[in-house]
């Protein structure tokens, strides 16, 4: 899959990833919203580190700078 996220979309990603995560981590314990937040956090994670949003491919948004996406071709 080709990568479609720009660094401040990524770095975005991360913030938001690991505040969500936590959130859900201090949720109480049995908590469906914990385990829902966790699980949201972890997605935003994975998306930051690999560059590539599956919502932004199908809506076919990319945030790269246009100089990244000479430099991948």
């Known amino acids: ?3 479609n996220l720009g660094g ?3 770095a975005l990603r991360f913030i ?3 505040v969500v ?3 859900g981590v201090f949720a109480p314990l049995g ?3 914990g385990a829902v937040l966790l699980a949201v956090g972890i997605v935003l994670l994975a998306t930051a580190f690999a560059g ?3 919502l ?3 809506l076919g948004v990319d945030t790269r700078s246009k100089k990244s996406k000479k430099q991948e071709k």
Do not use: F, H, Q
């Open 16 to 18: 938001l990833g690991i």
């Open 8 to 10: 401040i979309d990524r």
């Open 52 to 54: 590539v949003s599956l």
């Open 56 to 58: 932004w491919s199908i």
């Open 21 to 23: 995560a936590m959130v």
């Open 1 to 3: 899959m080709e990568k």
């Open 31 to 33: 908590s469906t919203v």
